[in-house]
């Protein structure tokens, strides 16, 4: 890949505004009958371009927003079956130096209780989180110039050294934590993180100017270029995203799509997955009770409709800001990773006055916990919850990676071992119900799995876990 300059004055602007706004203009009243093209294209899995997408989310016909639905229902089905991986996120610090108008940990909050957790507390945390079954972890982290890449790193490897018993250990952390330089970025590869994620917030320059009024977060460039920085320091997994309510939800979806072409172009892999947060209520950020461009359920639930057919293959994230019903629906038409049991605030895992306002980033909107999602999903809606870390352990990532997911790999690999991971977490930490449930699920898979060798495979390795061998996969 071309090497990216890390200073200011050398990096460029790659978000064309100008183009993004023409092409939301080409896009406004959309024919019928081209919504319906697109559509079918959508249907070849080869992705749509920003211009296509925006074209659907033009649309205004009733019909032809469930044929969207249901395109991209269609599309989930096909490339990731009823999967669904699970992880919870980690809050490490909520010190933050940024101002942040939109976050409850921005510097100018007097009123948030700061907290960085030490070694021992990031223990204890894991342990939580170990013992209700987890397995990939989100750390997150407020930017503190008193924070480097190398306390970061060490609070990584702190949280792989977590062994509890029955399975107990966290086989993938990701990481949500400030942009870094290069070096910066070599230092939390080689202590083994997964995804590196940020998300840029609004890609509109000015609206990101207004809401960042202080800090180094202020700088939208050296933001904008972190992905491409990651990856030259040999992250191959990155996870980008947008938060909706800060500006016109089109023009930061086609933002996004651009970026990712942008890395595609210039690292030779787009995103390994995109997260849409939007904006929740938090204590010390005023905008966050008033968005000033709210995204309606309906809006909200096409642009990840759109993003499924316009990026088959890449991951979409979905976590607790949204509640459990509407969640459900957003599944359906394209969610592939899901937080479950969050807490939002350092050390609330394991804090007996859990349910702390004035600590926490945002308010939660799906508060059960991770056995009683799993029930649900699992239970009433025959998802197979999965905490498989195969691919990341087996250099499965990046390039590579998309390039089997193209071949239909998902299907053959992730679905078994997604199946073996669910297992596992049946047999350890289910309750009674969730394991009944969970049992019932897993047989009618295997009953309906077509290859007869693979599913030999599958069963044998499923016996194994029951007699109490653990961490098996394909
Ligand atoms: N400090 C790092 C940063 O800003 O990139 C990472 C941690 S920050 C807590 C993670 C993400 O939380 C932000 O990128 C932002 O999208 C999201 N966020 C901040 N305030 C929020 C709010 N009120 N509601 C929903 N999401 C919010
Ligand atoms: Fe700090 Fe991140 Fe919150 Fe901004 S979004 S105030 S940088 S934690």
């Known amino acids: 890949m071309k090497s990216n300059n890390t200073t200011q004055h050398n990096l460029t602007n790659f978000i064309d505004e100008q183009l993004i706004n023409e092409e939301i203009a080409r896009a406004e009243n ?10 079918d294209k959508g249907l070849e899995r080869n992705g749509l371009t920003p211009y296509e997408t925006a074209v659907l989310l033009k649309n205004k016909d009733k019909e032809l927003d469930e044929a969207i639905f249901e395109t991209a229902m269609s599309i989930k089905k096909g490339i990731y079956g009823n999967r669904l991986v699970l992880f919870a996120p980690l809050y490490i610090t909520n010190e933050c130096g940024n101002q942040c108008e939109y976050c409850g940990f921005n510097a100018k909050n007097r009123e948030l209780d700061r907290r960085t957790l030490t070694a021992e507390e990031i223990h204890k945390e894991v342990e939580v989180l170990e013992n209700q079954g987890h397995k990939r972890l989100l750390l997150v982290y407020g930017e503190h110039p008193k924070h480097d890449a190398e306390w970061i790193a060490q609070t990584v490897r702190d949280v792989y050294s977590v062994t509890s018993e029955k399975s107990g250990e966290i086989r993938r952390v990701n990481i949500n934590c400030a942009p870094l330089d290069v070096e910066g970025f070599r230092k939390i590869h080689e202590v083994g993180i997964g995804t590196y994620q940020c998300f ?7 609206t990101y100017k207004k809401l960042h009024t202080g800090g180094r977060k202020t700088d939208f460039l050296w933001r904008l270029h972190a992905m491409h920085r990651a990856m030259e320091a040999g992250i191959d997994d990155v996870g980008m995203g947008v938060l909706f309510g800060l500006y016109e939800p089109t023009f930061d979806v086609l933002a996004l799509l651009h970026h990712c ?5 210039d690292c030779g892999v787009g995103p390994h997955t995109i997260s849409f947060p939007r904006l929740e209520p938090a204590l010390g950020a005023e905008i966050a009770f008033n968005p000033p461009y ?18 088959p293959y890449t991951g979409l994230i979905l976590t607790t800001r949204e509640n459990a019903e509407f969640r459900r629906e957003l599944i359906e038409v394209g969610v ?5 049991g969050s807490r939002t605030y350092p050390g609330a895992y394991s804090d007996p006055e859990y349910d702390r306002p004035d600590v926490q980033q945002f308010c939660i909107g799906d508060n059960r916990s991770l056995d009683e999602i799993i029930h649900s999903i699992a239970g009433e809606h025959g998802y197979v919850p999965s905490w498989c870390t195969a691919c990341y352990r087996m250099g499965r990532t990046g390039e ?15 679905l078994p071992n997604g199946l073996l991971t669910f297992k596992e977490y049946l047999e350890d930490y289910a309750s009674e119900e969730t394991r009944k449930a969970g049992n019932e699920l897993i047989r009618k898979e295997v009953e309906a799995y077509d290859d007869p060798k693979r599913k030999k495979i599958l069963m044998d390795r499923l016996a194994r876990m029951e007699a109490g061998e653990r961490d098996l996969y394909i």
């Open 30 to 39: 959309p024919d019928k009958s081209l919504v319906r093209e697109i559509l």
């Open 200 to 206: 840029q917030e609004t890609y509109h320059q000015e």
């Open 261 to 265: 072409r942008q890395l595609e172009k």
């Open 294 to 311: 709210p995204t309606s359920g309906h809006e909200f639930k096409k642009i990840v409709a759109a993003l499924r057919i316009a990026v």
């Open 336 to 340: 592939s990773q899901l937080s479950a």
């Open 400 to 414: 590579h990676f998309m390039e089997l997911a193209k071949t239909g790999f998902i299907q053959e690999f992730c």
